[in-house]
């Protein structure tokens, strides 16, 4: 797109195809985020190990933030996990509305719409503040490492942030979930577990990190 000054004699040619990608990311973020949400209650088992049927797309929401974070820098990616704490909060509070809305005399599946739907408020607060500290450290990991290694070995800088933020969002929101209700030793087995399938995803998803940045980086 192209701007005249006609005052100045200026032309200035701004490019919009880098604003398109971020939106297009940005969205991305946002539809892993609230698929997350609305599939966390199912739980299933993958090779004897139990884990959230949202995990995988939680974890791609880091693979979002950390392309974001390198092509647009890290308070970029901060306005953009602000932002969807305002979309969590509203998704929540829709879902809710919608579960205890009266439901029309034919339709009989109410009750399993609210088993569906519905979690512990345990669990509620427990994955938003796993996500927020998660998400926040995820940023700031993954700046500390690309300072640390002047911007070189993005594979590194990627895993070694996502691994950490995943582990402290795994340890949060299994303990304020669970802490009480289970023994310690599910507990810390159940951390183990949840932990051991994100980190084959995070090791899985490096190939499509360094896809997206060139993607995202090129004019």
Known sequence: MKTINKEKGEYKYINMDKEAKLMILSALFITFLVAAVLTGSKIIVFFGLTFSAGTLAASLTYLMTDVICEVWGKEQAKKLVLASLIGWIALLGLLYVSIIAPSAPFWKLQSSYEQI????????????IAYVVAQFHDIWAFSFWKNKTKGKYLWLRNNLSTATSQLINTILIVIIGFYGSIPHTALLATIFGWWLIKLIIVVC???????????????
């Open 205 to 219: 998803d490096t190939p499509f990190v360094y896809i997206l940045v060139r993607w995202a980086s090129r004019d």
């Open 117 to 128: 739907f519905s979690t512990s408020m345990r669990l509620i607060i427990g994955g938003f």
